[in-house]
């Protein structure tokens, strides 16, 4: 497409089912999250000119692309059964989590088809709980299923491409995700996160850190200091991400979307804004539309200040949708 021409839609994928996850009243990870991000978008009139993808729950098969099927079992039941939490304290789940989990994951894989078959230029997912560090046979933090890494997976196995990146952008370590791909080279992994020493979870995601066997040098860490801002992410971008992407030539980006890195988010030390994470957006969209025709599927991770996450996802995708076309937006990519 040339660069005059009009921009491809962007898909959303979104549910009030994810907030059926219950957390309890004193975890960040709040049914909230989303009521907020649909809030604001409806009101800053971005919502409208999202193309709203259909989808339907992930199988188990689904799941076991990059969990154990042990793994998937044992969450189904805990759930099931009704633990109220998995792994860790905080790792909270309830009856009806593994029902959500499978539901936001079969959402992200409805978005990777419709991007990689051309349905939509990139898409949003606004998914709960989030995914990152999930890893094969476990859950960790607040996540249960690894959403972006089964995106990136799926892509691979069954859409045909040979070269998927994930940039993850959310303020912890996605160590899910790393463990994942850590001897692989068909999926390039670059992290910028709080460094561990100020942010100790999940304790992972050091600069030395990058693959294995095949997969040395196919993992980027770039640590950022306790109180960066727009600045230094800026500066990550600029001088190894983008680098990293250029020399890798993916097929096509997932970026793990966390929005913790707030100046006043609670569960981090980091200071960019939201335009700060515009203009991240902004050069990540450039790369890809130079590198894999545009590709991006974008998934919620972090952000647990209520007050500055829905200005934060409202930056990032009107970054996604580009200026104007609102009159490009539909009710379906699938019909």
């Known amino acids: 497409m040339g660069e005059g021409g009009p921009r491809p839609a962007v898909g959303w ?3 009030p089912f994810f907030r059926h996850h219950r957390t309890g009243a004193d975890h960040p990870e709040s049914p909230l999250r989303l009521e907020v991000i649909e809030g604001v978008l409806e009101a800053q009139g971005l919502l409208g000119r999202l193309v709203r993808l259909r989808f339907g729950p992930a199988t188990a098969q689904d799941l076991a692309l990059v969990h154990h ?3 998937v079992e044992l969450l189904r039941l805990a759930c099931e059964s009704g633990f109220g939490h998995i792994a860790e304290p905080e790792t909270r789940i309830c009856p009806e989590s593994f029902e959500v989990a499978s539901w936001a994951a079969g959402g992200v894989l409805a978005a990777a088809d419709a991007v990689i078959h051309g349905r939509v230029g990139q898409a949003f997912c606004a998914v709960r709980p989030p995914g990152h560090h999930a890893g094969p046979d476990r859950a960790g933090g607040f996540c249960l299923v690894n959403h972006a890494a089964l995106a990136a997976e799926h892509a691979l196995r069954r859409g045909g491409l040979a070269r998927v990146a994930v940039v993850d ?3 912890h370590h996605g160590n899910g995700t790393q463990a994942m791909f850590w001897d692989r080279a068909d999926v390039l992994y670059v992290s910028v ?7 100790p979870y999940p304790g992972t995601g050091w600069p030395g850190e990058t693959g294995a066997g095949p997969g040395v040098g196919f993992t980027r860490n770039l640590c950022l200091a306790h109180g960066a801002g727009d600045d230094e ?3 990550a971008l600029e001088d190894a991400v983008l680098p990293e992407l250029e020399s890798f030539r993916p097929e096509l980006l997932v970026v793990s979307m966390g929005f913790d890195a707030l100046a006043t988010d609670p569960l981090a030390h980091l200071t960019v804004r939201s335009g700060g994470f515009g203009r991240a957006t902004e050069r990540l969209a450039e790369a890809a539309r130079v590198l ?5 599927v974008s998934v919620l991770e972090g952000g647990y200040d209520l007050v500055g996450l829905g200005p934060a996802v409202g930056a990032h995708v009107r970054a996604l ?3 104007g076309d609102d009159e490009h937006a539909s009710t ?3 019909g």
């Open 13 to 15: 994928v979104g549910h």
């Open 69 to 71: 099927p042990a793994y």
């Open 169 to 171: 952008l959310d303020a």
């Open 193 to 199: 996160h709080e460094h561990p020493l100020t942010l």
């Open 233 to 235: 992410l800026a500066a």
């Open 292 to 296: 894999c025709g545009g590709r991006i």
């Open 321 to 323: 949708l580009g200026p």
């Open 332 to 334: 379906s990519a699938d």
